[in-house]
């Protein structure tokens, strides 16, 4: 827990000192506890993944919410149901088409959608380039349509996830504020409105040095950090705040390897950290205080078993790791790691229980 809110205090004080709203993505922890800490035990406004998310959060009071998943038609009764419950929901698209038939669905049943338009800021994954025609042409079908409202603009510096030197990602940084604000001052200069300017990765907020003309920084993962944060240079090791707990259930001595009871299921199958200086299998193998065991690494993962040998092939000391040794392995992303789970059992400082928080799961 204390690993936890040192590392939400610090994502607050850079947003601060950059002068702009932070809206965390709550994908990651999936977790009200954790919002609600990130905000100084009050709700605030928050990003999700899906919509149940949004549900789950909202039942929870907290109203002002992204759903930053290009939205589609069949999803509109679902985000309905939101406005219904007076959720400030804004969601995104790429698709003119898209924009026409959420306005429809608003007019049909007198509601107002907000609407952002997903900007592509390096090729990554969905959005438009920021001088693309059909971002303009998106914006007037939502500024003109009787069922929308044109909110502002959107995007996600994923190339961040490529950078492995700080100026790297201040560089990414930079070029994610650049694209972002030529979009919205391409909406600007076409007379309609765009109000908000949304951008973030846990990378960019974390080394971003100037956010002029952004209005609010959007990221999620560094609220437990991972080893894959850590090897970027975004934390250290010691700021990972999310483990799994395990169990040595087998010793291999004639394969020089233990096995655990945490295998692909339990870690999950990442392996965002292959093929570079920190590679790490598949999680940082610590005690059960969670103090790094440098030498040991989980060099497999079948779906219920764990498979720990040593990192430079000298020989295992089965004595220091009997049957029922527990460990701790740190993932290699949180996210993915989490969501395997519909709880979090919270320790500060031992591995004494001292709290357990609900999570949330599905779509």
Not at 146 to 171: N, R
Not at 222 to 242: E, K
Request: charged share 20%; glycine share 8%.
């Amino acid at each position: 827990k204390n690993k936890l809110i040192t590392n939400l205090n610090r994502m607050s004080a850079q947003a601060a000192k950059l002068g702009v709203t932070l809206r965390p993505h709550v994908k990651t922890a999936k977790s009200v506890p954790v919002a609600l800490l990130g905000n100084g035990g009050a709700v605030g406004p928050i990003t999700v993944s899906t919509l149940r998310e949004a549900e789950y959060f909202a039942d929870a009071g907290f109203k002002d919410i992204i759903y930053a998943v290009s939205m589609v038609p069949s999803k509109l009764p679902r985000a309905k149901d939101l406005l219904d419950r007076d959720v400030d929901l804004k969601m995104i698209i790429d698709n003119a088409d898209v924009a026409r038939e959420i306005s429809e669905y608003g007019e049909r049943f007198h509601r107002t959608f907000k609407v952002m338009i997903e900007i592509d800021v390096d090729m990554h994954r969905a959005g438009l380039s920021p001088g693309a025609p059909e971002v303009i042409e998106i914006a007037k079908a939502l500024h003109e349509g009787a069922g929308t409202e044109l909110a502002g603009v959107l995007t996600h510096a994923g190339e961040s996830y490529g950078c492995y030197t700080p100026q790297a990602i201040k560089d990414a940084a930079a070029h994610e504020r650049d694209a972002i604000t030529a979009a919205a001052e391409n909406i600007r200069s076409a007379g309609y409105p765009c109000r908000v300017v949304s951008c973030g990765s846990t990378p960019t907020a974390t080394f971003a040095e100037d956010l002029t003309g952004v209005t609010e920084l959007r990221a999620g993962i560094f609220v437990f950090q991972d080893a894959f944060q850590a090897g970027l240079g975004c934390c250290t090791n010691d700021d990972i705040a999310l483990s799994v707990l395990c169990t040595v259930i087998s010793q291999k001595h004639n394969q020089n390897r233990i096995i655990t009871d945490a295998g692909g299921v339990a870690l999950s199958k990442d392996q965002s950290t292959r093929g570079t200086d920190f590679d790490c299998g598949y999680g940082i193998v610590c005690d059960v205080d969670g103090i790094i065991i440098d030498n040991l690494i989980v060099t497999g993962a079948n779906q219920e078993h764990g498979i720990i040998t040593t990192k430079d092939g000298s020989a295992f000391n089965f004595d220091t790791f009997p049957i029922g040794t527990r460990l701790r392995i740190l993932p290699n992303h949180s996210c993915m790691t989490a969501a395997a789970y519909d709880k979090y059992n919270v320790v500060k400082g031992s591995d004494e229980i001292v709290e357990i928080w609900a999570r949330c799961n599905g779509w």
